[in-house]
C-alpha cells in the first residue's frame, strides 16, 4: 500500500508539503505541487479524506443530539439536518441519547465529541448547570433546535409553544367548547423537555382569557407515543363525560388518540 512517505520520497520533498500540496494549499509553489501531483499520480496514492481534514483542524462533521431517534419529529429533524449538510460537503455524526439521562451526561462530560466534530446540533436537549460549562470548554459552533435548553450565544430554531397551545385553545373555546382537554407530555421522563410545560402554560392561559377555571379531570399526562395518547383518552373517558370530538389536546398528539373514540362503547360523539 502507498503512503505519504513514499510520495515524499519520489517528489523529494516532505510530508508536509506532500499534504498541503494535495490539499491545494496557497503555500506550494506551483512546480512543486507539480511534482507532487505527478508522484502521486505515478504511485497511485490517493490522501485519505478524513485524515487530510484533522490535517487541516477539520472534520467535516457535525454533531446532531436527539433524544430518541424512534420519535417522528426527531428523526424528520435528523432527515433534513442530514440533506443539507451533505449539500454543503458535510457529514452527519448522530447521537441518539435513547432517553437515558447517562448517555447525556456521557456524550457532554467526557471526551466523545473533542475533535471529532466541528459544530454540534442540540435537539430538544435539556442542559443543567455544569453542562453550559461542558458545553462551552468544546468551543464549537452550535445551534438548538425545538425546546430544550438555549445556550448563550447559540441561535435556536423553534416555535412558540405556549403562544402555539394558546391559539390553539382559544379557536376551540371560540367554537362554543367549554371543556377544552389537554394531554402532554410526561414529566418522569429521564430526558423530559420544556414542550409539554410551555404548552400547558398556553393551555391555562387561553382558559383564564376566556374566563373558563382549569378543571383538573380535562388535564392527562402521558407519554409522547401513539399508545401513550391512547391511554391519556382512555383516562380522560375514566374520569367523566367525553369531551367533545373536536377538543384535540394541543400537543404532539394531534390525531393519534381519538381513533379508540371511534369504538364501540367509548360514549364519544362522533361528526
Known amino acids: 500500500m502507498t503512503r505519504i512517505d513514499d510520495v515524499a520520497r519520489l517528489a523529494g520533498v516532505s510530508t508536509a508539503t506532500v499534504s498541503r500540496a494535495l490539499r491545494g494549499l496557497p503555500t506550494v509553489s506551483e512546480s512543486t505541487r507539480d511534482r507532487v501531483l505527478a508522484a502521486a499520480a505515478k504511485l497511485g496514492y490517493t490522501a485519505s479524506p478524513s485524515a487530510s481534514r484533522l490535517a487541516g483542524g477539520k472534520t467535516g462533521a457535525v454533531a446532531v443530539v436527539v433524544p430518541r431517534i424512534t420519535r417522528w419529529f426527531f428523526a424528520t429533524v435528523v432527515e433534513a439536518a442530514e440533506d443539507a449538510l451533505h449539500q454543503a460537503g458535510y457529514d452527519l455524526l448522530l447521537h441518539n441519547l435513547g432517553g437515558s439521562e447517562h448517555e447525556r451526561q456521557r456524550l457532554l462530560h467526557t471526551a466523545a465529541l473533542h475533535k471529532r466534530v466541528d459544530a454540534l446540533v442540540l435537539v430538544a436537549t435539556p442542559l ?8 462551552t470548554n468544546l468551543a464549537l459552533p452550535g445551534v438548538t433546535v425545538s425546546s430544550g435548553t438555549g445556550v448563550p450565544g447559540w441561535p435556536s430554531i423553534r416555535i412558540d409553544d405556549v403562544a402555539a397551545a394558546c391559539t390553539a385553545t382559544s379557536y376551540l373555546i371560540e367554537q362554543g367548547h367549554r371543556r377544552v382537554a389537554h394531554i402532554s407530555g410526561d414529566p418522569s421522563d429521564e430526558l423530559a423537555f420544556t414542550t409539554h410545560i410551555d404548552r400547558r402554560r ?7 382569557i376566556a374566563g373558563i377555571e382549569p378543571d383538573p379531570a380535562l388535564d392527562v399526562e402521558a407519554e409522547f407515543t401513539v399508545s401513550g395518547g391512547e391511554r391519556a383518552v382512555a383516562e380522560l373517558l ?26 364501540p362503547g367509548c360514549g364519544c360523539r362522533t361528526t
Do not use: I
Not at 128 to 135: E, I, L, R, T
Not at 202 to 208: I, K, M, S
Open 202 to 208: 398556553g393551555y391555562r392561559e387561553a382558559l383564564r
Open 128 to 135: 443543567q448547570g455544569p453542562d453550559f460549562a461542558a458545553v
Open 238 to 263: 375514566r374520569r367523566g363525560p367525553a369531551p367533545p370530538p373536536s377538543s384535540r389536546p394541543a400537543t404532539r398528539w394531534p390525531w393519534a388518540p381519538w381513533p379508540r373514540c371511534a369504538r
